[in-house]
């Protein structure tokens, strides 16, 4: 397989057996890996900020959204047969801000745990498909992050790691 433009993000589609999600710069197509055929699903002006990685969900095969650069989110919904199109873009309204990183709940599609430059963490409800929390006064920055089915576990710049409960920025320090 050869692209024009370089990959962000590459995923094994969970609803599509034989298919690989290809995100690039400014366009989204599927891998079709038997034929070996790329098949173009979306494009977006070039003036937009460029894409950086797609989410898939588990429980439901007409939505993902994917992250840009500039800390876009964009929400996309199947309308019918692999034709998807926006539903929803969400941006930081106080800031330019990158998401830095982000996880997902293995067991769960309701939120996404985001950490943005400038804001710091926040709280995706993806049902609501808007941030429903975030924690401007973060004392530290985020280095690495992932999720089991009950907690976000979090390292931060200065070797602590942190544990938020899902849906919540209560946590306590080991």
Same mark, same amino acid.
């Given at each position: ?16 057996? /034989? ?13 079709? =890996? ?35 650069? +500039? /800390? ?5 919904? +199947? ?40 804001? /710091? ?9 808007? =941030? ?26 200065? /070797? ?15």
């Amino acid at each position: 397989m050869s692209c024009p433009e370089k990959i962000q993000d590459i995923q094994w589609s969970l609803h599509f057996p /034989g298919f690989i999600w290809v995100l690039l710069e400014n366009e989204i197509v599927f891998f079709h =890996i038997d034929s070996k055929t790329l098949l173009p699903m979306l494009r977006q002006r070039t003036s937009a900020s460029s894409f950086l990685k797609i989410i898939q969900f588990r429980s439901n095969h007409k939505k993902f959204i994917t992250l840009h650069r +500039n /800390g876009l989110l964009t929400v996309f919904e +199947n309308k019918k047969d692999l034709i998807y199109s926006v539903s929803q873009e969400i941006i930081p309204k106080h800031c330019n801000s990158q998401v830095v990183t982000l996880a997902q709940n293995p067991i769960s599609d309701k939120e996404l745990f985001l950490v943005y430059s400038e804001i /710091g963490p926040a709280l995706f409800d993806v049902d609501r498909e808007k =941030i429903v929390t975030s924690c401007f006064n973060f004392p530290v920055t985020i280095t690495a992050i992932d999720c089991s089915e009950d907690y976000y576990a979090i390292g931060t710049s200065v /070797g602590v790691v942190i544990l938020f409960k899902f849906g919540t920025f209560k946590h306590h320090e080991s």
